[in-house]
């Protein structure tokens, strides 16, 4: 099991950052690490089912942690379609039941208002520790990828250094080129494979096609 704790210890042997004094905290390492699940999470995101319970009308408070929606029900077992919008078309609501959706400024939207349960099944964010000492808390992360939030967070760090060493004498104006960085190079080569491992392992999908 992946706790943050031990998350954080490989990360600073990978940084070599394990002395007596450390160069990065645990608080900024926690937020790196925030940063990696979210934008992981854009590629392999939890699957999540729920009831949606807090509405106006016919409009429902989603999840705060959504990354997209993959099926909408209401009654359970009855699934729901996504309203299409399509220029100069009018839209009309069915006359006795919800059969469409739609999501306005984060609340999921129904065509009519119903009293029957409404079931969501959605795509969300890996969640994160409740603070940098949560040191058991579980990443959700399966075990092949925690090497792409090291990555991730590694590249984050040698991004720092980076600006860091831009405050230097040489890049003051008229004596250096800031592109000649020597931090560079590692930013760019720990972003790069990120990007590269994700879309070698996430990348692509199937479109499913259907008839009313």
Sequence with gaps: M???????SRVRAELDDTGGVTTWSDEVLF????????????????RKTTDLTDKTGASYDLPVDLVAID??????????????????????????????????????VLEKETEEAVSLAYRAIHPSP?????????????????????????????????GGQANLDRFALGSGDRDDNPVTPEVESLMKEYRMKIAERYSGGVIVLHRS
Excluded at 2 to 8: E, H, I
Excluded at 31 to 44: G, P, R, V
């Design 71 to 108: 099926l909408v029900e209401t009654p359970q077992g009855t699934f729901l379609k996504k309203r299409e919008t399509r220029p100069n078309v009018r839209f009309r609501a069915s006359s006795n039941r919800p059969h469409r959706y739609w999501v306005v400024d984060g609340k999921l």
């Design 31 to 46: 937020y790196w690490l925030t940063d990696a699940l979210a934008d992981y999470s854009l590629h392999n995101p939890l």
């Design 2 to 8: 992946n706790t943050w704790g031990g998350f954080l």
């Design 130 to 162: 409740s603070s940098h000492s949560d040191n058991t808390f579980s990443i959700t992360v399966p075990q092949r990828d925690i090497e792409l939030l090291s990555l991730y967070v590694r590249a984050k760090a040698y991004s720092r250094m980076r």
